[in-house]
């Protein structure tokens, strides 16, 4: 009997259900989609690019089966749980690594697959424990987000930190390193808060905005600020890359804010945004595509406000 491959099933009805809400997204995320698949390829033609990028992969799917939350479920209810995953992670990553097979590096397409073979052995879930539970004394409770966000996530937090300031004297290196924080900064926004914390404060809408936007980037300029002044010392012709680059974060964190409350519904998890958010940190670790997140920040920050004014103002 040919075996069903039920996570597939529900992942592609996941991801038509999102494409469908994407609108104006659907081109920016085709030509996204087609740039990365030719950029692998342009990297698996490179010896030692080829097997980062391999790396990077690996890396991904597994940090992918460290974090999902329901790996005791396919485990114990779905049958041929290590296919049924392996599958997964197959799909989403075959455009990625198929076109290694036609340059000299053909030998990474057996071993990716290998690789991820042997994700799926991984079972081990990460236990939840509250850490940090002075944390609130350094990040007021009212940023919720930070707090939460940092104790879900301050293994990978600290390590791309840690990472950055490691290598803080190579040119580009450590601005990946931040732009991948970044990625784990954004996250901490992608559930919405109770309407009694929304409510704290009392303030409008707009007030409300600004003083979230303006919260989050201080915390950016901070974090970042002393790592890329480094990276400008001993690179100095990456002073106005490394400006750019801030600014670029900045508003990509703005957008996925205002984003966020264009959709915003208490307690509601919106997962059914990540794909837009996705498109966009992407376009901002791209040069041509910079000005993106500064364009959504603003478009988004309007329909933000008329959303909330259904909650803030009763």
């Known amino acids: 009997m040919m075996m069903e491959f039920t996570l597939l099933n529900i992942r592609l009805k996941q991801l038509q259900k999102e494409l469908n809400g994407l609108g104006l997204y659907i081109p920016i995320f ?3 989609f087609f740039f990365f698949v030719f950029a692998s390829f342009k990297q698996y033609q490179k010896e030692p690019n080829a097997y980062y990028l391999v790396v990077a992969i690996t ?10 939350k329901d790996k005791s479920f396919i485990y114990k209810h779905i049958a041929n749980p290590h296919l049924q995953i392996f599958s997964e992670y197959m799909a989403v990553t075959l455009p990625f690594f198929i076109t290694s097979i036609v340059t000299a590096n053909w030998v990474c397409f057996p071993l990716l697959v290998m690789l991820l073979f042997c994700i799926p052995f991984f079972k081990f879930s990460f236990t939840q424990k509250t850490i940090f539970k002075n944390l609130s004394s350094i990040i007021p409770a009212t940023n919720f987000e930070w707090v939460s966000g940092f104790r879900k996530y301050y ?6 930190y840690l990472l950055a300031i490691a290598f803080c004297w190579f040119s580009i290196l450590p601005l990946f390193l931040l732009w991948f924080l970044t990625v784990i900064i954004i996250s901490f926004h992608s559930e919405c808060e109770s309407i009694q914390i929304l409510r704290e404060g009392d303030k409008s809408p707009g007030k409300y905005l600004r003083d979230k936007l303006k919260t989050n980037i201080t915390y950016i300029i901070i974090l970042y600020t002393p790592l890329l002044i480094i990276n400008t010392i001993f690179n100095n012709e990456f002073l106005f890359i490394n400006i750019l680059f801030v600014v670029t974060q900045i508003f990509l964190l703005c957008f996925t804010i205002c984003f ?9 998890n919106l997962i059914g945004n990540s794909i837009a958010v996705a498109i966009i940190s992407f376009c901002s670790a791209l040069p041509y595509f910079f000005p993106l997140p500064a364009f959504f920040s603003l478009f988004y920050f309007d329909k933000a406000k008329k959303n909330l004014n259904q909650y803030l103002n009763d």
């Open 30 to 32: 085709i030509g996204l």
């Open 59 to 68: 890396l991904l799917c597994f940090s992918l089966q460290y974090y999902r």
């Open 155 to 160: 293994i990978s937090f600290i390590g791309l």
């Open 260 to 268: 966020k409350y264009s959709s915003y519904r208490p307690t509601k």
